[in-house]
């Protein structure tokens, strides 16, 4: 069997380039056209590019592709499709449409293999409700593969990560872990059921996206993927907000801990570190493997009024009766995020 993971230095969301270093590209482009209609772009690392369509609606736009987090081609077209459609969903948006993005070592692996990344990730985006409408390829050293997502948003929907306020109630949608079972599957010490964890996670759409827009409880919300949970709530953090986090409440795969323990976990584990240590006290060091692992369509993260939060669960919890949600802590004034 071709193994897809080791045809690529990193797996998934964990080869971006790391914070500190995006940072420092993004602020070497200087000052950039304004554009009035531009409602989020690259200022405060929203998830998505938002434009108001002057009509109440806004388009949202997002790219989204990596390398192979899995072996098989077919699982890892859904993972890809999956993890872009998310950043939909993410500003509380609805897709529409997407364009397949396909790198490929055609000296190194079939054809074959590539229409099956082509075919899983067609699959996922019917499961949307989406066309992947067409796209674009390239020869590349290494296989990757996304999509470039358009979607729509009526304008009062529109969430942001980064406008939660003091005593919001922190909230995830998925079990973290993902980036370890990646990385025990690279180095060929994952077996099945480790293997289901991942895909299973890994291919949940974050469906309940759309309908948090339409909540006006939530006051922030994005999703958890290559900077893990720390880095993407330091992002919701902005710029003086600081957040509580009940470390005995984080959800963590069961299949991911055992890998963990053992020090198992990808090389951006480290630079997700690096670039939030120094907003970071507590007990880091004991769940340092988890705050900092890279997810691949990870769980939605967002904030809720605190004084709406026991209607908001009970809402939710009618709506998605099989979706999961977990209360993990809570924003403060402190600019410092601490783990209790």
């Known amino acids: 069997m071709i193994k897809l993971t080791h045809y690529s230095s990193q797996a998934g969301c964990s080869c971006k380039i790391q914070p500190k270093q995006l940072q420092h590209i993004l602020s070497g482009m200087g000052a950039l056209p304004a554009f009035d209609n531009l409602l989020a772009g690259n200022k405060m690392n929203e998830d998505a590019s938002v434009m108001d369509l002057g009509n109440g609606q806004a388009l949202i736009q997002t790219t989204d592709f990596f390398t192979p987090i899995v072996n098989d081609a077919f699982d890892f077209g859904r993972i890809a499709a999956a993890n872009a459609i998310s950043d939909v969903y993410a500003m509380g948006g609805k897709p529409l ?126 999703d958890v993927t290559g900077f893990g949970l720390l880095g993407h709530l330091s992002e919701m953090c902005g710029s003086g907000l600081g957040a509580n986090i009940d470390s005995q409440k984080l959800p963590v795969l069961e299949e991911a801990i055992a890998f963990a323990n053992k020090g198992i976990m990808p090389d951006s584990t480290f630079r997700n570190w690096n670039a939030v240590e120094h907003l970071v006290i507590g007990k880091t060091m004991e769940h340092f493997t988890i705050l900092n ?48």
């Open 97 to 222: 449409m997407a364009n397949g993005i396909l790198g490929w070592p055609v000296e190194k692996l079939s054809d074959e293999l590539a229409t099956l990344v082509l075919k899983g990730a067609s699959e996922m985006c019917a499961e949307a409700g989406i066309p992947m409408a067409g796209g674009h390829s390239i020869v590349a050293p290494e296989p990757f593969f996304g999509l470039s997502v358009t979607g729509l948003v009526p304008i009062i929907n529109l969430k942001r990560n980064h406008t939660a306020k003091k005593g919001d109630v922190i909230y995830l949608t998925k079990k973290l872990g993902t980036g370890i079972l990646a990385s025990a599957l690279k180095k060929d010490l994952a077996n099945e059921n480790d293997y289901v964890a991942l895909l299973n996670t890994c291919t949940e759409l974050n469906v309940q996206g759309e309908w948090l827009g339409k909540c006006e409880e939530i006051t922030a919300l994005t």
């Open 293 to 340: 692992d890279p997810q691949t369509n990870g769980g939605l993260l967002f904030s809720v009024y605190a004084e709406s939060a026991q209607l908001f669960e009970e809402k939710y919890k009618s709506e998605f009766p099989s979706k999961a949600l977990y209360k993990i802590g809570d924003f403060t004034e402190t600019g410092i995020i601490e783990v209790v």
